[in-house]
């Protein structure tokens, strides 16, 4: 620092770089550089502003845009952050009610977009945005029970499933509900059915096995929410 020559810039060694009080009233944004203020200048990892004019920075300076859709914010807020060149920054995605956090896109690093919190290195300035989906809640109250049908001739068993709205899926366009028979991993499709239909019969099956069906309620774009599960005997 000189001030006989009007330059207040902090040199590495001043006593006064995290020094000062970052709850000292008025504190502006910025110093008379327009660097940003509390700024972690000894790299202690503890952000605190220096005493004096200026706000000793070291090092280059990166900028961290952070965005976020619609069910969800940020750790930190949404905005534009900066961070020395060479800091790790930890950004964790907060989904509201009734949403869950789906993935990072922009400057993410090779398979990290579904990573929750990402953590990202200053190498450079970066852009990211985290993606929030609604949920889609799995129907209410599902049932399933064998029974038989006896005709004059033949006799034919029935696998009867029932289900109910999910109160949770309130405000979402539910088109339809989708059934799948499991056998193993493989699933296969039994039936898409209207979202005002609650019940359907898995016809001639047989007496002895054992069914396990899931079952999804599906928005109008075609998504399926989560899973429930159902096993008949």
């Not at 807020?77 to 790790?88: D, F, L, N």
């Not at 990211?128 to 799995?138: D, N, Q, S």
């Not at 999804?216 to 008949?232: I, R």
Request: aromatic letters at 10%; charged letters at 20%.
């Amino acid at each position: 620092m000189a001030p006989a020559n009007e330059d207040y810039h902090l040199q590495s060694t001043s006593p006064c770089i995290d020094k000062g009080n970052n709850t000292a009233p008025s504190l502006p944004d910025k110093d008379y550089d327009g660097e940003p203020r509390i700024f972690d200048g000894d790299q202690d990892n503890t952000p605190t502003i220096d005493i004096g004019a200026d706000e000793f920075i070291g090092v280059p300076l990166q900028y961290l845009t952070i965005e976020s859709t619609s069910g969800g914010s940020t750790i930190p807020q949404p905005g534009q952050h900066v961070y020395a060149q060479g800091i790790s920054v930890q950004i964790t995605a907060t989904p509201e009610a009734d949403y869950r956090f789906h993935e990072w896109t922009g400057d993410i690093p090779a398979g990290k977009k579904q990573d929750n919190p990402l953590v990202i290195s200053m190498g450079s300035n970066k852009s990211i945005k985290a993606h929030f989906v609604r949920i889609i809640y799995p129907p209410s109250g599902v049932t399933g029970q064998k029974v038989m049908n006896r005709s004059l001739s033949q006799v034919e068993y029935i696998n009867v499933l029932k289900w109910s709205v999910n109160p949770n899926n309130q405000g979402l366009a539910i088109s339809q509900y989708r059934i799948y028979v499991l056998d193993g991993a493989s699933r296969t499709l039994l039936a898409e059915l209207s979202s005002n239909i609650f019940e359907f019969w898995h016809r001639g099956v047989s007496k002895d096995r054992i069914y396990n069906y899931v079952i999804y309620a599906v928005n109008d774009n075609s998504q399926e929410g989560d899973p429930v599960y159902l096993t008949v005997q």
